[in-house]
T-cell receptor, first 112, second 111 residues
Framework: DAGVTQSPTHLIKTRGQHVTLRCSPI?????VSWYQQVLGQGPQFIFQ???????GRGNFPDRFSARQFPNYSSELNVNALLLGDSALYLC???????????FGPGTRLTVT | GIQVEQSPPDLILQEGANSTLRCNFS?????LQWFHQNPWGQLINLFY???GTKQNGRLSATTVATERYSLLYISSSQTTDSGVYFC?????????????FGKGITLSVRP
């Protein structure tokens, strides 16, 4: 079975631009979570979606938004990019909320 | 929010040595996971262990939920064990649920 997939792999954007990151969960998994990992730190929780509803939100500004589609894939959107948004963005899926999470390879975003 | 502390922050081993990595957490948790992050950033699941002891080859883990800690044991270390090890705890309160990570332990295994 395919694992969690994310696209794109790498992305370079300019300050003030907007970015959309995509995630496809493991087949049969209904919960998707997003994390931001800056260099030298552990991943920080951004959002969790379960059955297309937001079930958790981390301490991130409103510039960050997400949604989950009927096929359980998900998008993370970031508006008005700042230099500090440069990070590895990780997506994780789990069969049900609260169960073991499996991570994708991440999208490395660089904001210049 | 819940605090997750991992120790030691850095660990250097000679190949073949054993090691213990520790994870302390500040409040009750619903479950706990250990991950190994490879140099390309991929988080690899090692254990899903809300309580008790599990073993997988040279690795084993123990979580004592009542005392709010978990241990990851690596025996007969190999150079391929190098990387960053993360502990993460899952908390579910009302409609809000999330995985909180520690800062990680950087392990270097020398040949």
């Amino acid at each position: 079975d395919a694992g969690v997939t994310q696209s794109p792999t790498h992305l370079i954007k300019t300050r003030g631009q907007h970015v959309t990151l995509r995630c496809s969960p493991i087949s049969g998994h209904k919960s998707v979570s997003w994390y931001q990992q800056v260099l030298g730190q552990g991943p920080q929780f951004i959002f969790q979606y379960y059955e297309k509803e937001e079930r958790g939100r981390g301490n991130f500004p409103d510039r960050f938004s997400a949604r989950q589609f009927p096929n359980y894939s998900s998008e993370l959107n970031v508006n008005a990019l700042l230099l500090g948004d440069s990070a590895l963005y990780l997506c994780a899926s789990s069969p049900l909320q609260g169960y073991e999470q499996y991570f994708g390879p991440g999208t490395r975003l660089t904001v210049t | 929010g819940i605090q997750v502390e991992q120790s030691p922050p850095d660990l250097i081993l000679q190949e073949g040595a054993n090691s213990t990595l520790r994870c302390n957490f500040s409040d009750s948790v619903n479950n706990l996971q250990w991950f190994h992050q490879n140099p390309w950033g991929q988080l690899i699941n090692l254990f899903y262990i809300p309580s008790g002891t599990k073993q997988n080859g040279r690795l084993s883990a123990t979580t004592v939920a009542t005392e709010r800690y978990s241990l990851l044991y690596i025996s007969s270390s190999q150079t391929t064990d190098s990387g960053v090890y993360f502990c993460a705890v899952f908390t579910h309160t009302g409609a809000n649920s999330k995985l909180t990570f520690g800062k990680g332990i950087t392990l270097s295994v020398r040949p």
